[in-house]
């Protein structure tokens, strides 16, 4: 049986956080793994009401075939939104609903690569992005990320030496790492990709996750014909939705709508119209506002925790937003092995590992505080420090 499937599906590894998740069933063990929202913010009453009210007025259409470019009246929001909150002018024509954000992620692999095209990715990156690209088999670039942004001595060398058609970047609160670009490393970086045939991806499912500082300028604004964006309702309604966007301009779209037509004909239009009416009836904003007051509260308490029970020459991120932190372990400390080691201890994180695309071990980790509460978080913390100090 083995031989009878592709190579392509042969070469692509299991998501290495999935896998995670089926070991931290268990109750008794607490989990700084997953990238989840906390559950006790789904708007669940605004939904079940924006269900009802949709099913009452419209009920017969909601239940039909779509067109696959997504709800207008959904579409016009985001449009909208662009306007307000980062003075973009984007017709609504530009934008497509997709599956979530990892749909749009298949399908610009779909649209642009070919088998060894080369692919700029963060390192560390998304896992996410690693996986859904790896099916398409292009040949990785990594290029460092770290506070500031991308590294773009790096950047220059694989563009003068390499032709990478895509860029896949997450500017703001970054997955696995929390680091945000500042506005002169995106400057910087637009400058270097300005002229080319590189298509920068602006994937922001964090971007209104924003505990301080200031919110920074969009590739799209700087160079915006090198452009794509993606975003998700996922981290600001709810994931199970599963809706997300893609903004790209007409000759990239209408190749983007094809993908999309082969896909899945169109994401699911009843959720599309639940939470277009959510989104008119309610104020998104001051949902936002109330995650990001308790999203602030639990990644200062796991910063606190870090200083008190991690060893001093333990590393840490303090993003301004989004939803996790970055470990960074003394050199030579494998994150497997104290992964092996906390687990006894019941507490679980994300090693660093999955997120290089060229690494079998890591002195680095994940840790995800956006799920637990502030004593569970101190908690995790004491054991996970705990299992540190032991392999010292």
């Not at 992620?105 to 690569?113: E, I, Y």
């Not at 899945?264 to 599309?272: G, V």
Request: proline content about 5%; aromatic content about 10%; overall charge negative.
């Amino acid at each position: 049986m083995e031989n009878a499937f592709s190579d392509r599906i042969n070469d692509v590894p299991k998501s290495f956080i999935r896998e995670i998740l089926k070991v931290t069933i268990d109750a008794s063990i607490i989990s700084f793994a997953g990238g989840l929202p906390n559950r006790k913010f789904f708007p669940v009453k605004a939904l079940q009401k924006a269900a009802f009210d949709v099913f009452e007025e419209a009920g017969n259409e909601i239940l039909q075939y779509s067109n696959s470019e997504g709800y207008l009246g959904l579409r016009q929001f985001i449009s909208d939104r662009y306007r307000q909150r980062d003075g973009l002018d984007i017709p609504v024509e530009d934008i497509l609903i997709t599956t979530g954000s990892q749909q749009g992620l298949d399908l610009l692999g779909k649209t642009f690569l070919n088998e060894g095209d080369d692919l700029i990715i963060e390192e560390p990156g998304y896992l996410g992005a690693i996986q859904a690209f790896a099916m398409y088999r292009p040949r990785f670039h990594p290029v460092a990320v770290s506070e500031g942004g991308m590294d773009t001595s790096q950047l220059s060398q694989v563009l003068g030496e390499r032709q990478p058609k895509l860029l896949y970047t997450v500017t703001n609160f970054q997955n696995p790492s929390g680091i945000s670009y500042s506005d002169a490393n995106r400057r910087a970086v637009a400058d270097q990709i300005r002229g080319s045939s590189c298509l920068i991806i602006q994937d922001d499912p964090y971007g209104d996750l924003r505990f301080s500082g200031e919110r920074k300028v969009s590739f799209k604004r700087i160079v915006p014909e090198n452009t794509v964006l993606l975003g998700s309702f996922s981290k600001t309604v709810a994931p199970a939705l599963r809706l997300g966007w893609m903004v790209a301009p007409p000759p990239i779209m209408d190749k983007l709508v094809i993908a999309k037509q082969a896909a899945d004909l169109h994401s699911d239009y009843l959720a599309q119209r639940i939470l277009h009416r959510y989104l008119c009836d309610n104020d998104i904003d001051a949902h936002i506002a109330t995650i990001i007051a308790q999203y602030g509260k639990q990644k200062e308490a796991m910063i606190s925790a870090i200083k008190d029970y991690f060893p001093a020459a333990v590393q840490f991120t303090n993003p301004e937003g989004g939803m996790f932190l970055w470990i960074t372990l003394p050199e030579g400390m494998s994150s497997m092995t104290l992964f092996e080691a906390a687990i006894k201890k019941k507490v679980a994180f994300v090693p660093g590992t999955p997120f290089y695309v060229d690494r079998k071990d890591s002195n680095t980790l994940r840790l995800n505080f956006s799920c637990s509460d502030e004593p569970t978080i101190v908690e995790g913390i004491r054991r996970l420090g705990a299992s540190i100090k032991e392999l010292f």
